[in-house]
């Protein structure tokens, strides 16, 4: 599965991809740290997450 956290620069729209949800939720918490504003982490099937649902993302893998 596959990951896409995508947030607000100041010179524009950030996009990463990742492969884990543990990248993503680290990569999307590096974001928040350097002031991107409107991060968001989009997994392979469209469903977008919140940074305040990170911990559910991170969560729902422990079962696969």
């Not at 947030?7 to 543990?22: D, F, I, K, P, S």
């Not at 740290?33 to 989009?42: M, Q």
């Amino acid at each position: 599965m596959f990951f896409v956290v995508t947030g607000q620069g100041l010179n524009g729209l950030l996009a990463v991809t990742c492969e884990t949800a543990a990248a993503a939720v680290e990569k999307a918490r590096a974001f928040i740290a350097d002031g991107v504003l409107d991060v968001l982490i989009t997994d392979a099937d469209g469903r977008q997450h919140l940074p305040g649902d990170f911990h559910r993302l991170l969560l729902g893998t422990q079962s696969l």
